[in-house]
């Protein structure tokens, strides 16, 4: 069994900083991507930022220059540092990634259970 469990989310005022942790655990041999997806009320789940194991990264147009997603491949872990928050920001924040858990077998997908970020005064 792998498990994502993510931490970090609560309420900032806009302007201030967030980082949010993504820690895989269980019977893992490998991470492929990992990403940080949102959704935010009334609206469809969006990628925010993804990285690869090669350490190549992609975002979401609204958050370029604000987010940062890095990763521990050590420790199984994928982060999201949020910086300059706004309040279109506010969703429940999940965490996605692609594991093996035994050589040459296929990937699984995993999401984790959420964390909410809550931009306001």
């Known amino acids: 069994q792998v498990q994502l469990v993510e931490s970090g989310g609560g309420l900032v005022q806009p302007g201030g ?3 949010l942790s993504c820690v895989a655990s ?3 041999y490998e991470t492929y991507d990992m990403d940080w997806f949102r959704q935010a009320p009334g609206k469809q789940r969006e990628m925010v930022a993804s990285i690869k194991s090669d350490g190549s990264r992609r975002y979401l ?3 370029k220059g604000r987010f940062t997603i890095s990763r521990h491949d050590t420790n199984n872990t994928v982060y999201l540092d949020m910086n300059n928050v706004e309040p279109e920001d506010t969703a429940v924040y ?3 990634v692609e594991l ?3 050589p040459h077998a296929l990937y699984l997908e995993v999401w984790g259970q959420g964390t909410r970020v809550t931009v306001s005064n």
Request: proline residues 0%.
């Open 61 to 63: 147009d609204s958050v």
């Open 100 to 102: 093996a858990t035994m």
């Open 94 to 96: 999940y965490c996605h």
């Open 26 to 28: 269980g019977s893992i």
């Open 17 to 19: 900083s967030l980082r």
